[in-house]
């Protein structure tokens, strides 16, 4: 069971099921003859718009990429380069923060130079070698900006090095299958706040103007739903407690740099 899947069934025993289909579920949708399910229009209307935008921006995972061909480059000047990832490195995703480029073997080898403008795999071996002839210079470069879809601009300080890697933070996938088990519980939390959200912000001013349902006043349903008003301030506050979960549970090649990072260890 996915984390989405996971979250939708655990709605079943937080949301009374008539407040959820008074709420997503549309009667035109259903007077033409269109068969969708409730937890698809959940999907549809919070989940996906709302509560993976969101985590989105926080990442899902760091990775490293090897800027070394079949990348495609286009060299500006001598000391700055223009990559193209294709979507295959990235697994469909995007890249949503770029850290730095490190040079060589994730940083073991020396930088070298640039011995042409146009790659392919006789000049990316070529490069290799001279790399290990160059002396000692920095392992990593940081002066990387994002200007296109996982298409990325870099300026470096010696010449490039075709033996690069990109550290840099992708999306998750749609599915959000890099969100592993022990994070459901908080994930489901977090849908749960922001479906409440959505059922108080889309009825309350309905339910003031006396809006009816099957000719009867809402009664219990509007004390229900009112008492959601608080909602979107949980889901705000669960938001910025998921960007440590994230880190902590879900992307361990970040956790592994944050830990070498605070002890003092060589990334």
């Not at 949708?29 to 937890?39: F, H, R, T, V």
């Not at 995703?93 to 073997?105: E, H, K, L, M, S």
């Not at 290990?132 to 990387?144: H, K, L, N």
Request: a neutral charge.
């Amino acid at each position: 069971m996915s984390a989405i899947a996971n979250a939708l069934a655990d709605l079943e025993f937080t949301i009374p099921e008539e407040i959820r289909k008074a709420a997503f579920m549309n009667c035109e949708q259903a007077s033409c003859g269109l068969n969708i399910s409730l937890e698809t229009r959940i999907r549809e209307a919070v989940i996906q718009p709302r509560v993976i935008k969101d985590i989105n921006l926080m990442g899902g995972a760091q990775t490293y990429i090897p800027l070394d061909f079949p990348v495609r480059s286009e060299y500006i000047d001598p000391l700055c380069v223009v990559y193209y990832i294709p979507d295959e490195f990235t697994q469909q995703r995007t890249i949503v923060q770029a850290y730095g480029i490190f040079f060589g073997v994730m940083g073991y080898q020396n930088t070298g130079a640039a011995l042409s403008f146009t790659d392919n795999t006789i000049a990316a071996a070529a490069r290799k070698v001279v790399d290990s002839a160059r002396q000692v210079s920095p392992a990593q470069t940081s002066y990387v900006n994002m200007i296109a879809h996982n298409v990325l601009m870099v300026r470096y300080i010696y010449l490039p090095s075709q033996t690069a890697f990109l550290s840099c933070r992708l999306t998750n996938d749609d599915e959000l299958n890099t969100i592993r088990t022990p994070s459901y519980i908080k994930f489901s939390e977090l849908v749960e706040h922001a479906v409440k959200s959505y059922i108080y912000n889309k009825m309350y001013i309905k339910m003031g103007e006396a809006y009816l349902h099957g000719g009867q006043a809402l009664g219990e349903f509007k004390d229900q739903v009112m008492e959601w008003r608080d909602s979107e301030t949980l889901y705000r506050e669960l938001r910025i407690k998921w960007m440590k979960i994230q880190q902590n549970f879900n992307d361990p090649e970040g956790r592994r740099k944050h830990l070498r990072t605070v002890v003092g260890v060589p990334q």
